[in-house]
């Protein structure tokens, strides 16, 4: 079990650091001289220059990718050139909208999505079974972004059941600030329950067959006890995997979600400072949401040996 | 061979869309970029079937150009992904050793984006244009083309009959070409399916957010994006680009599963 946390802690540490590497190269892709971009045109060029020494963009590449790890390491991402703010500090009051919205929809998506799968499977080629798939590819196919709009049109504007607009911090006022979150937790629950439940059924039919199954049935043992105790924890480890794959997915593609919803967010941070050209808070989010993606993925490989015993043999 | 109602319904809509894409290439019943502010927002009707929009311009025109627009995107990101994607994936798979090593660091780093996020990235710095959706797409999925071509090589790569080919005396890029590269056409060809329908929807979503082809050509994203303000007056606005997007991703994913069913005989998901 210690030998299978550190080779998961040793993949994952490689990984980010080559992650963080391709932000930072990525971002010196951009043409353009940044101290200018932060200057503006009618800076003089000794200006440009000064800040070019005081920004270190006059040392070489790597040097200056060793001295920004460094300084992103101690939480320091630099500053917005849009407006001077300090990007660490602006990242994680983003990610307090950002956060609940994305594991409220997961969460939801999930708690629909296993029962569901799994009854499916159970009753396999059923009317309920093939009923259950057909909803499931669906709402799978939905883009996010039209059944938000949807949503909106139908419980926003015509039913007047929630705010169209209007973000309140949870810190002021967190019943306002719960409706304002409703419609895109829900609008990202059923999507990605699409996806969830096709998996957890197939897993389940799979389970279903092997012989351990048949032979707990044979001991006498009662069917709900079968599928909670022997079919569950088995046809849920696969799940697992699968729902730290989606909460990755949705942060990435938060952005659209975000803009539905005039929500503050991560996402629309990294939209508008993409307009901005705010090269600083570009890295900053990218490199942000890909840290929370490997450490969640992380997260679930170290959970996985719960449900799976056997990872942790090899 | 049983009827999958799969097969059938999944091609259907993307036969449709392809239909409507080949139509404006030809004829559309009006000029999509026309505007003409005496007759905004009209709903549909004889002569503007799906009304008009913000600018008085012909929402089913438009629409039909948007279809030009996400299939031929969709079909050369596709291209890109998947030409990277065997690229990295035979080299990894068949070269293993170092080669394999570096090009799996590489992929997996490109795997720590989520989704969309690296093609908005590239999109940052490339900016917004038709091909820079292409190659930042391309981009973002080949690593996952690149996982199962390796994932196929490696378990093809020592079977027998690859043996066999080797001890005639066959080179190695031969070998490649001629035993294993066919193996791998049957889960491509699954992929690329369902891949279709994802960069359907991703290119959507950048043009939706205003990332991707430049006004005032009409694109699905950016007609959902410039019909939010009129939801309540026009919610043809609204619906009508969601339900081609979602037409197109329902259509990949059926077709997809019918493939799956028919190319691989293993029982899966």
Known sequence: MAGYVLRRLLVALPTLLLAAASVFFLMRLVPGDPALL?????????AVADLRAALGLDRPLPVQFLLWLERVAAGDFGRSITNGEAV??????????????????????????????????????SLADVATVTVATLLLSMPSFWLGLILLLVFGLWLGWVPVVGWVPFAEDPWRALHAILLPVVTLALVEAGVLIRMARASTVEVLRLDYVAHARAKGVPEGRVLARHVFPNAFAPTLTLIGLVLGNLLGGIAVMETVFTLPGLGRLLVDAIFARDYPVIQGVMLFIAAIYVLVNLAVDLLYPVFDPRVTAD | MRLRPNLVIGGTLLGFVLAVAAAALVWTPH???????????????????????????????????????????AAATVVVALLLGLAIGL????????????????????LAFPGILLALGLLAVMGPS????????GLAYAPTVARV??????????????????ALGNSEAYTLLRHVVPHTVAPVTVLATSLFGWVILSESALNFLGLGVP????????????????????PMLSIAPGAMIAACLLGANLLGDALRDILDPRDGA
Request: aromatic share 8%.
């Open chain 2, 31 to 73: 000029d999509p970029v026309r505007t003409n502010l005496r007759r905004r927002l009209r709903p549909p009707s004889a002569e503007y079937w799906l009304g008009t929009d913000e600018f008085g311009r012909d929402v089913l025109s438009r629409l039909m150009t948007g279809a030009v627009t996400s299939v031929t995107v």
């Open chain 2, 91 to 110: 080299a990894g798979g068949y070269l293993r050793g170092w080669v394999d090593r570096v090009l799996g660091a590489l992929n997996d780093t490109l």
């Open chain 1, 88 to 125: 660490g500090p602006l990242l994680l009051d983003r990610f307090a909208v950002t956060a609940p919205v994305v594991l409220a929809a997961v969460g939801a998506a999930a708690l629909l999505a296993v029962p569901f799968g799994m009854l499916a499977a159970w009753k396999q080629d």
């Open chain 2, 130 to 137: 038709r091909w820079g959706i292409v190659l930042a797409l």
């Open chain 2, 149 to 166: 071509v390796r994932g196929t090589v490696l378990s093809i790569r020592e079977r027998e009959f690859v043996e066999a080919s080797r």
């Open chain 1, 38 to 46: 932060i200057l503006g045109d009618a800076a003089t060029p000794e």
């Open chain 2, 215 to 234: 006004p005032p050509a009409a694109t699905w994203g950016n007609m959902l994006a410039s019909a939010r303000p009129f939801m309540l007056e026009a």
